[in-house]
């Protein structure tokens, strides 16, 4: 099984406008909501492609309820462990542009985090998935106090330089996280740090270009068959599920690859964070190129 | 007894950010959440001016439970008549600009809108305001169901001109709302146009120019002594509630429309919509200079 962890969960609301213009009002023209956060994205697609998954999350007050309510709705195996604060809503609006506002989210105390730990190890995952940002109050080793056996660590920043001492299977900075935490501009130099700190393997996200995997057997880069434009929210999601079911199936990196970025173009292709266009997936990932580096 | 009634009411949710670009990812610096809706924005002010009043709005769902804490916890007394739809959230981005997002929400019923217009009599109000959109599935004749005695209507487009047939004592259209109505661009002939349809005085908010009242007894222009910078969200509301205090009172037109330019001023000085600067508000009553017009 495949267990995804989203410390930092939240409500993710989607509003369509005509065109967001700072300084004026907007009727919003629809409202959507669905349990989101970047592990809980990712549970959604490995069950639109029937794998067994199960989300675990973290969730509180009234949002919260919401939040467990469409996760329910969905049919999406979850582990819910209550907080005393209010789960966090993000809101996507969408228009001529797609424009995020993230709320910080609640503290998580160190018994919460505690429990949270208990529940994943509960689970005993095949692939583990790390998912986020860390929420406040959170301790400083983070998501290493969580990682072992086959994962996927799937963050920023401190969080992702404190959960490399775990060392994980694979992380799956994009390239501006990767310049962020090692100052260097070229990926494959970057990637190569990253797996010198103690990532196995590196998995860079670039965007229209595509992806690049630095991994112990050989270096990697797939490009996808055709730009799309779309909501890119969870096209990183979708890849990461794409890894751990290869990681699952012990696939090779061009393989797994391959299919990463076939999925995350079929994210683009979704509504929502989470959705994945199932037959352009199928299309797709016959027309990847994957090329050695 | 003033009384104000929200058929739309909101959640009012305030998120702070830097800076707000469209295309972009934030962070949300602060979240803020009050119950809202034009109505409650002026039964707010109101309470904070030690007026007694009763705020009569519709709530449903997980946000209508948040909504009434919040009045709870404001002590702003209330009558909530529950509905089977979610109550809607406004989102208010404050940045270097100040970006509005303002959910629809949710149909009323017949039956719905019948146990409103029985809530709203039931209180025999001295003053009745009624303010704001009207929510989808009310009927046609809207308002003109609720007004009765001493009234203000604040609304604006249909809802307006259908409210005008029960000859509401104060209509309070700002420039836009009054142009669009009536298709005129002089705001005093327009007033007049509205007058002429059933409302019985004209109070049309300018912005920074001030109001202008165009009533039985005579017209007036009253400015503000000062253009002030901040959140304009709630001015209108506050004006609202210094028109109903003034007909409670009996006040002259002179005198109401000199504390409506002074408590609206207040309001842009408030930090959320219901907020007013009452130390500024009597010292701002003594500067607004008001000219019969």
Known sequence: MIVTVTPNAALDVTYTVDSLK??????????????????????????????DVRAIA??????????????AAAGIPAKLVPIAGETRRTTTVLGDTT??????????TEAEWATLGRTVHGQAPDVLVCSGSLPPGCPQEGYASLLSG???????????????????????????????VTGLADAESAATE?????????????????????SPSGTWHATPSTVLTGNPTGAGDAAVAAIALGLLRRDSWPCILRDAVALSAAAVRGALAGDVDLPYFRRERDLVSVHPS
């Open 22 to 51: 700072p300084g004026e009002t907007h009727r919003v023209r629809s409202v959507r909501q669905r349990a989101g956060g970047k592990g809980v994205n990712v549970a959604r697609v490995l069950h639109t492609l029937g794998v």
């Open 58 to 71: 973290t969730i509180g007050g009234r949002t919260g309820h919401a939040f467990s309510d469409d996760l």
């Open 99 to 108: 424009t995020l506002l993230n709320e910080p989210g609640p503290e998580v």
């Open 150 to 180: 086959l994962s996927i660590l799937d963050t920023s920043g401190d969080a992702l330089l404190a959960g490399l001492k775990a060392k994980p299977t694979v992380v799956k900075p994009n390239l501006d996280e990767l310049r962020e």
């Open 194 to 214: 990253l797996r010198k700190a103690g990532a196995v393997t590196v998995v860079v996200s670039l965007g229209k270009d595509g992806m690049l995997a630095v």
